[in-house]
């Protein structure tokens, strides 16, 4: 699957603001944020929807999604967090690879699912990925 970005990332291939990685899970700093702290989770294995994702990989996303939104409320203090998860085009799926949104919300600020514009600098996304990573041992 090296046409897949998040295949590439998780095999090395392409750069990533890690948060979390054990081996089956990766999660890092989404490069089209919809909000400061935006953070996608993706299986290591290529799966490309909800309809293709094995129970083993899916309950390991989940947990990962859990621990990930705990760690982003510590490193953040956000108003609220959106989840979520889209399957196909007509979804909004832009990647064809599992993946699941958290997105750190902030009182009166419309949501959105993906950012407009890829992130500018690298600096803030890697100083974002530390806070929240540094968040995970609390």
Known sequence: MTECIFCRIVAGQAPAHEVFDDG????????????????????YRHFENVFDIDAVAMAAVADAVRKTAGAIRRALAPDGLTISQANGAAAGQSVAHYHVHLI???????????GTEAA????????????IRAAWSE
């Open 104 to 114: 750190p919300r902030t009182q009166g600020r419309k949501l959105r699912s993906h």
């Open 24 to 43: 089956e899970v990766k999660a890092f700093m989404d490069a089209f944020p919809a909000a400061p702290g935006h953070v996608l989770v993706i299986p």
């Open 120 to 131: 500018v600098q690298a600096a803030p996304l890697a100083a974002m990925a530390q806070r």
